[in-house]
């Protein structure tokens, strides 16, 4: 019974680090996008402007 308890809170401990470093890697990347966006914006208005 303590082994199949153990395989139990195993399991849903990788599931919960699974789904937080699955959280932390689109974070990442979303705000890489953002940035990535915002830093070509300004440089798009900059070369406008000559």
Known sequence: ???LTLII???LT???AA???ALASA???IAALLGG???GLTLFRRW???
């Open 9 to 11: 809170v195993d399991f």
């Open 1 to 3: 019974m303590i082994h």
């Open 27 to 29: 974070g990442a990347g």
């Open 37 to 39: 966006g915002f830093a």
């Open 19 to 21: 789904g937080a470093w």
């Open 14 to 16: 990788g599931l919960l």
């Open 48 to 50: 406008r402007r000559k």
